[in-house]
RNA sequence: GCACCCGUAGCUCAAUGGGAUAGAGCGUUGGCCUCCGGAGCCAAAGGCUGCGUGUUCGAAUCACGCCGGGUGCGCCA
């Protein structure tokens, strides 16, 4: 980033906090609130773990829960679909854990669902009956449809999720592509678990900045501030009062008197901050309908500005402020963080009195099991800080709030202070669909949307395929090529086996199955990655991780690709045929769900 | 200076509550369409998992200490 994007990005907004030290109480925290989750809930819980659990359960001292806990997968299906390590049992009973491998295996006899029981070393290495692998899964997805890999396991509670909240007055820029991509994909995850979620954008629409903008308007505008102004004039009056700024720091004296006027609600000046909000949502809109994103709520930091007295006065009464240089403060020394700045000394709100405000009015309107702040990683501080704050004023929910953080977005190149914005990017992806399907598919009917579909889709998909947690390098080559782990693969391999089903012409039939003709390894590799995508959907929430959907889709479709390469479907024998068509089915289900998900379009032809 | 995050193949990233031989994609090299969509598939090459010590039957994963990078640290958001 350079130095002028740099001075623009001061006033950027929402980040971070210490996600790993919160996400464990929090995790806690749900656990004791709800009776009815409970830890089993993360874990794979279908009739091959129950099974096992159940027979390794028998032969042992161990209960079937404790067995379900050892229960993990081997490195290779060549060495068994489900393995328990045998460590434990060797402290236990002082004995070789291969010894105890070889003697569990040798007792324990197949049964319908455990084909086959081996010891390699000290591990005991269960193979799954296949049909009833394929007949469990499929009957599952076939059954389950557009329903299958949600739950409800989130009934009756509540997410609020605060992301995307871009800043009024500037455009949106591509750093914004990651709160609002993360944000949209946790609010479609936990929706499909059943939670009833509120996605807030907590728009950056108050605050000094408003200031500098009605300072440099009264200085350069002509006439009456008016809603034909585009937002890239109102950067650009933006970037020239910060230099101006910088060169005479009298002329910030002004910008905060503005600011001062707009709190007090002078009527200029909310004349003037209502214009620039309306040019911003205006251009907002069009890239989050792009984008396919709603909010249930668009409550920005104006929308606190006549709670923020009360939020105050309660600090105060709680004893928990101090006055100091001026300003009113929360000490958290004690803690080892700076002090919270609630109020500045010239009586103007703060970033981080308006948060405080809007977490009180959230938690009082929605009474939330969760609230997570979608916000990069800059802010992690920031958010100690609140949630510290929240603790110390006697909020029990403290301990339900989470920053999800993500890194910072890098490897822009950025012109001279010129930010990149995010319908520019899309746009050129599209671009870029449109010449590629053009090449690929000439005849189709529906280019336009198709290109529109597999562009943003592309754009997507690169920022969610990643763990949010690192630094994003942004580079247009990896984004823009079809190629590979990408958006465009899965929505090509989702349009292919919507391809065969066209083509086979026949209905897909579920009953009369012979699912014991679905047993070759690619085949079964297949059904294993869908049978993992419910799971992949409810560790992507327990993590507050879209990527873990991205891994399991990406999983999927290369599965798919290889059972394509080597089964053929249509024109083979009929129990055959039908068996291997409703694999196909289930796969183009599962894929189309994942990229729902995901909040990425799944044509079918492309 | 203090705090937090990140160091895995040339590049971008994985690695299922610490487990078996650390895997993908991009890029490089070489193969595969008389056959359901080649935006695909197959194969080769590429690693002291930043370094060290410790805990453990077992460490990329946990602890401590270094090194390197990023970010933040009182009236911006």
């Given amino acids: 980033m350079n130095d002028s994007l740099r001075a623009i990005s001061i006033t950027e907004n929402r980040n971070e906090d210490r996600w790993a030290e919160l996400s464990l109480p929090l995790r806690s925290v749900i656990m004791v609130v709800s009776n009815t989750v409970t830890r089993e809930v993360w874990w794979m819980s279908d009739a091959f773990v129950t099974a096992i659990a159940n027979v390794v359960s028998a032969q042992t001292d161990l209960s079937p829960a404790e067995v379900e806990e050892l229960i993990e997968t081997p490195p290779s299906s060549e060495m068994g679909d489900y393995a328990v390590p045998c460590f434990a049992l060797a402290r236990k009973w002082r004995k070789p854990p291969a010894a105890i491998a070889a003697e569990l295996a040798a007792k324990i006899a197949p049964s319908e669902y455990l084909a086959k029981v081996e010891n390699a070393g000290p591990y005991l290495n269960f193979f799954v009956n296949k049909r009833c692998l394929a007949e469990e899964t499929l009957k599952r997805v076939a059954t389950e449809g557009a329903r299958y890999g949600t739950s409800n396991v989130g009934a009756g509670k509540t997410v609020v999720i605060d992301f995307s909240h871009p800043n009024i007055a500037k455009p949106f820029g591509i750093h914004h592509l990651r709160s609002t991509v993360i944000g949209n994909a946790l609010r479609n995850v936990y929706r499909a678990l059943g939670y009833h979620v509120v996605g807030i954008n907590h728009l950056g629409d108050w605050g000094t900045q408003f200031g500098k903008l009605l300072a440099a308007w009264q200085r350069w505008g002509t006439g009456e501030l008016t809603e034909d102004i585009s937002v890239a004039t109102l950067l650009q009056l933006y970037v020239r009062i910060h230099d101006e700024i910088e060169n005479d720091p009298a002329v910030e004296e002004e910008a905060r008197a503005w600011f001062r006027r707009l709190e007090q609600g002078d009527p200029e000046a909310r004349r003037m901050w209502e214009v620039c909000r309306n040019v911003s949502l205006k251009e907002f809109n069009r890239v989050y309908e792009m984008l396919g994103i709603t909010f249930e709520s668009v409550a920005g930091e104006s929308f606190y500005q006549d709670k923020i007295h009360d939020t105050l006065q309660r600090l105060q009464d709680k004893g928990l402020t101090t006055v100091s240089e001026g300003a009113t403060i929360v000490d958290l020394k004690p803690w080892g963080m700076p002090p919270f700045i609630a109020r500045r000394r010239d009586d103007a709100s703060l970033y981080a009195t308006r948060d405080l405000a809007a977490a009180e009015y959230r938690w009082s309107t929605y009474h939330f099991d969760k609230m997570l702040y979608v916000v990069d990683v800059a802010q992690s501080l920031h958010f100690q800080q609140l949630f510290k704050v929240l603790e110390l004023m006697g909020y ?159 999983d999927i479709a290369d599965k798919a690709n290889k059972f394509y390469e080597k089964h053929q479907v249509i024109g083979v024998e009929e129990t055959t045929f039908h068996a291997r068509l409703l694999l196909v089915d289930c796969t183009r289900q599962v894929l189309a769900n994942g990229l729902r998900l995901l909040g990425i379009a799944a044509p079918e032809e492309m």
């Fill in 396 to 554: 029990e929910w403290h301990a339900r709030c989470a920053h999800v953080v993500f890194g910072r977005m890098l490897g822009l190149s950025t012109r001279e202070g010129k930010v990149i914005f995010l319908e520019d990017v899309l746009n050129h992806s599209i671009e870029l669909a449109r010449k590629m399907v053009e090449e690929k598919n000439p005849d189709l009917p529906n280019k336009d949307e198709v290109a529109q579909q597999v562009g943003i889709g592309a754009v997507i998909f690169a920022d969610l395929k990643r763990g949010r947690i690192k630094d994003y390098v942004f580079d247009w080559e990896e984004v823009l090529n079809p190629f590979g782990d990408t958006g465009p693969y899965l929505q090509y391999t989702h349009a292919r086996f919507c391809s065969i089903l066209r083509k086979a012409a026949q209905p897909v039939v579920m009953g009369g199955v012979d699912y014991a003709r679905l047993s070759e390894a690619e085949t079964v590799a297949l059904i294993k990655a869908i049978a993992a995508f419910p799971r992949a959907v409810q560790q992507a929430a327990r993590d507050y991780e879209p990527s873990i959907v991205s891994r399991a889709l990406l």
